[in-house]
């Protein structure tokens, strides 16, 4: 009876530790990330970076124009000294405008995940993003800037939602990976283009769909 007992408390003890265990590995995934720098990038806006290379855009607003042209309306990019470190963006539901060059030559860039409040993204936002790979751009979506997304050369397929009006010119220029593209449209929004060469230089490029809403393009057998 000692014997057996004595097996039982071995087996208990096992059974405790490996518990254990994995309490401490699930205590330590979930406090793995931590903070690495912050700032504000909006009047009501602000980012972090953890050093599993994630940044978040959290606050409200619209995020600044960081673009160097010396207008008084226009910020550094308080981040800059990261943008090598940057692999993850994730926006915070609040946020309303992704500012013009705000992650430009970010080239280990890999995932950006929008919020549904986001209604533009600006002139150069993610141009260079030589890593960015493909994304679900929000239903909220209104507007995109000439050059967004300019020489992201890993995107392979993009979907325009149903809202957006306003499509600039060369927005995907460059992006020589891009393969399908899709561009909603709605009787409210248009889908009216004001810019032309939305896809020069995407030599990869086989097919177009539009949305049969769309009151500005037409997509015939695959061509815009």
């Not at 141009?127 to 995109?144: I, K, M, Q, R, V």
Request: net charge negative; charged share 20%.
């Amino acid at each position: 009876m000692k014997v057996k007992v004595c097996n039982k408390v071995k087996t208990y003890a096992l059974l405790l530790v490996f518990a254990m265990g994995l309490l401490f590995a699930k205590t330590e995934n979930v406090y793995a990330a931590k903070e690495v720098a912050s700032g504000q990038c909006g009047d009501t806006a602000y980012w972090s970076l953890d050093d599993a290379g994630v940044m978040t855009i959290s606050g409200s607003g619209r995020m600044w124009d960081v673009r160097s042209n010396g207008d008084e309306d226009e910020h550094e990019r308080s981040w800059e000294a990261y943008i090598n470190d940057i692999k993850s963006v994730v926006f915070e539901t609040g946020i309303t405008n992704v500012g013009d060059g705000a992650f430009a030559d970010c080239k280990n860039l890999k995932n950006v995940s929008f919020c549904n409040t986001i209604t533009g993204i600006d002139y150069l936002a993610f141009a260079y993003c030589s890593s960015l790979g493909n994304f679900t751009l929000p239903d909220s979506l209104t507007y995109l800037r000439q050059q967004a997304f300019w020489n992201c050369t890993s995107i392979t397929s993009v979907a325009i939602p149903d809202m957006v009006a306003f499509i600039d010119a060369s927005v995907f220029d460059g992006c020589t990976s891009l393969k399908y593209a899709y561009i909603g449209g709605s009787t409210e929004a248009g889908g009216y283009v004001t810019g032309n060469c939305i896809f020069r230089n995407c030599t990869s490029l086989e097919k177009i769909e539009v949305s049969e809403d769309n009151l500005g393009l037409e997509s015939i057998d695959g061509v815009l």
